[in-house]
């Protein structure tokens, strides 16, 4: 799949008629439900330092948030979105991020703003609700335990928890199977090219909110339905 074809709205062939009809929202982590940039700067930079390299600036770690840890370790040792590492500086320095990163799961992170209100209110209308991340399951767990988030979804599917993650849509269609719905019936809220990328080839429907890791990009350039400044604004767009 070309991600060129996915990344405008002028390309779509039907127009969108809100409110959207559907079934089940899911709902990315990272970037979208919880703002984690602090925690995985800080767990980088303590990596570098362990390492005796530079630290970077929290801003340029954030741009690098939005591929899963594996892809954030190599872009803070090679400071770039594409290079790739010395392999074994790379199999030494993923465990210390990991170490650190466990250590400082949730220091900074918090819910986004109108995050619980959004949440409060699609259970409210009665929609079907997961969380689908490309964080793997030892972190993703504590953390939605920690920001008192978990109880609100009925499934979460981590990176580790499927042998495909975003952008390939196996989450998405197994959340569809799960809740025994349609992927047309499925909302994503995402932040990214990869939650564009996995709702596209699903076949679900997309909105974007603007404040996440989109690796720096802006998320207006992104093929999707609707660009929403929370989950609270999401959830006047769509009807059950």
């Known amino acids: 799949m070309n991600p ?6 002028d390309r779509r062939t039907t127009e969108i008629q809100f409110p959207l009809q559907i079934k089940a929202v899911v709902i990315d982590l990272d970037g979208t439900l ?8 800080s767990a980088a930079n303590k990596m570098l ?5 530079p630290e970077l600036p929290v801003a340029t770690i954030q741009s690098f948030i939005g591929k ?31 170490r650190n990163y466990h250590e400082n799961l949730y220091t900074h992170t918090r819910p986004f703003p109108e995050v619980v209100e959004g ?3 699609l259970k409210k209308d009665g929609f079907k609700l997961a969380c689908i991340t490309n964080k793997a399951e030892a972190f993703t767990l504590p953390l939605l ?8 979804f009925e499934i979460v599917l981590s990176g580790d928890t499927l042998p495909k993650k975003k952008p390939d849509p196996l989450p998405l269609l197994h959340a569809c199977q799960h809740f025994q719905i349609k992927p047309y019936e499925l909302l994503l809220i995402g932040d990214s090219l990869n939650d564009a990328m996995a709702a596209r080839a699903a076949g679900c429907h997309i909105f974007c909110v603007p404040y996440g890791y989109n690796e720096g990009r802006d998320v207006h350039e992104l093929n999707c339905d609707a660009v929403v400044s929370s989950l609270l604004e999401a959830t006047k767009l769509i009807k059950k």
């Open 68 to 98: 899963g840890i594996q892809r954030l370790v190599k872009r803070s040792l090679t400071n770039s979105l594409d290079e790739e590492p010395d392999p074994e500086l790379f199999n030494k320095a993923l465990p210390i991020y990991q």
């Open 119 to 121: 949440l409060d209110t």
């Open 49 to 53: 330092t362990e390492l005796g390299k």
């Open 34 to 41: 919880l703002d984690t940039a602090m925690d995985l700067a």
């Open 145 to 152: 335990r920690a920001t008192n988030l978990l109880h609100y």
């Open 4 to 9: 060129d074809n996915l990344q405008r709205t």
